[in-house]
């Protein structure tokens, strides 16, 4: 089965594709640094009745891994921003696999919490949507990183100018005697 990714030139129809990855990325940095102060708080405090919802998804696990996981969510988003600003593929590559590594990890934990859980059946249904909500966005984000990716990778490219080549006559005619796309034979017959 064939399935085409989409790219996106623009950023929620609205921003350049650059400045919404931005926007995205000072919002994660922003509730990464929100949640891990708050679940610091219910560290420090001894309140053993919190949830983590990550994405949307329920993970049964402890508030110092839940901790942990806000950090290296922080830590990450900074890295999608410092790419964002300075144009540079290799934090912006990192972010992507980390994206796609959390887009597995958070899909593996919401069967595994959906199926093993002793919640009610009605705050299942209400984390669902939440998770789908999440899912969404997450996948939108991860699709505008590879967006970015590419086009930074094609405006690096750079092309011979075959302008220059026609009036200087320094055409290169390939083994077979073909000439290059852009370049036509006025050979008289």
Do not use: W
């Amino acid at each position: 089965m064939f399935c085409e990714i989409p790219d996106f030139g623009r950023c929620c129809f609205c921003l350049p594709l650059r400045q919404g990855i931005l926007a995205f990325g000072y919002i994660n940095v922003i509730f990464s640094a929100f949640m891990t102060g708050v679940y610091s708080y219910t560290i420090h405090n001894g309140f053993n009745e919190t949830m983590l919802m990550y994405h949307g998804s329920l993970m049964q696990l402890d508030d110092e891994i839940c901790l942990v996981i806000y950090i290296f969510d922080f830590l990450f988003a900074l890295g999608l921003v410092y790419g964002g600003h300075t144009k540079n593929p290799r934090p912006l590559k990192v972010f992507y696999y980390y994206a796609m590594t959390t887009l597995l990890t958070t899909l593996i934990l919401q069967i595994n919490g959906v199926f093993s859980s002793y919640y009610p059946v009605s705050f299942i249904v209400e984390t669902c949507g939440l998770f789908l909500l999440g899912i969404c966005l997450h996948l939108y984000l991860i699709f505008m990183v590879r967006s970015l990716l590419k086009k930074l990778e094609t405006s690096g490219q750079s092309y011979e100018n075959q302008l220059h080549q026609i009036v200087n006559g320094e055409i290169k005619v390939d083994t077979n005697g073909v000439y290059p796309s852009t370049v036509l034979s006025h050979e008289t017959e």
